[in-house]
């Protein structure tokens, strides 16, 4: 999607230790016209594959889900990073260590809201090596549902999470895909 690369090159900012901010839009301030045309491609890209379901991890792919299950006309689901007392015992786990925030984290979700009858879109802002995406997918498979794909925002393709993703198979869709940031420099994979 080249309004995605054209928003990173123009609003985003590369840090230290390959970290892309993009705070500007995507996960602190939300452009919200321009997630609004993300979540509508994404559901281009899946809109006859036959997802019931959407989810994404809490809480920067919040809003990215949220767009592309209205645009889907499916609900979206959010995988906590924790339990709380609001949530049910009766729950899917999966461990995740984080990449971008150096822990690891148990993701639950309700089992009330994940079953085998379901065909599920993993929605999520950043791909870098794919642990939040193999979290989700053991999730998925606890629940007896079908993953019908990935759709990412932004992949660090240089980590290689998606490449690795689609040698087994799994459709991933990245909306843009970084194959380098050197010296304040992004490029895009063609």
């Known amino acids: 999607m080249k309004l995605m690369e054209q928003k990173i090159l123009t609003e985003g900012q590369v840090l230290p230790g390959n970290i892309l901010k ?32 959407v989810i994404t ?15 889907l006309g499916v609900p979206a689901v959010i995988v906590k990073k924790h339990a709380s007392a609001n949530l049910s015992h009766d729950v899917y ?21 994940l079953n085998k009858n ?25 629940a007896g549902a ?17 490449d690795e993703l689609r040698a087994e198979g799994i459709r991933v869709e990245s909306l843009a895909i970084v194959d380098e940031m050197k010296d304040g420099e992004i490029t895009f994979r063609p």
């Open 57 to 71: 991890i809490e809480a920067s792919g919040i809003p990215l889900a949220t767009l592309a299950a209205l645009e």
């Open 146 to 162: 079908t993953l019908a794909g990935c759709a990412i925002a932004i992949e660090k393709g240089f980590q290689h999470g998606g």
């Open 22 to 53: 993009v705070g500007s839009f995507l996960n602190q301030q939300l452009d919200i016209e321009f997630l609004h045309e993300v979540g509508k491609e994404i559901a281009r890209l899946y809109k006859n594959t036959g997802v019931t379901k």
């Open 118 to 142: 379901d065909s599920v879109l993993i929605v999520d802002d950043f791909l870098a090596v794919g642990n939040a995406i193999r979290g989700l997918q053991k999730i998925l498979n606890d």
């Open 93 to 113: 786990s999966a461990e995740i260590a984080s990449f971008t925030h150096k822990n690891t984290y148990t993701a639950v979700v309700a089992k009330e809201y």
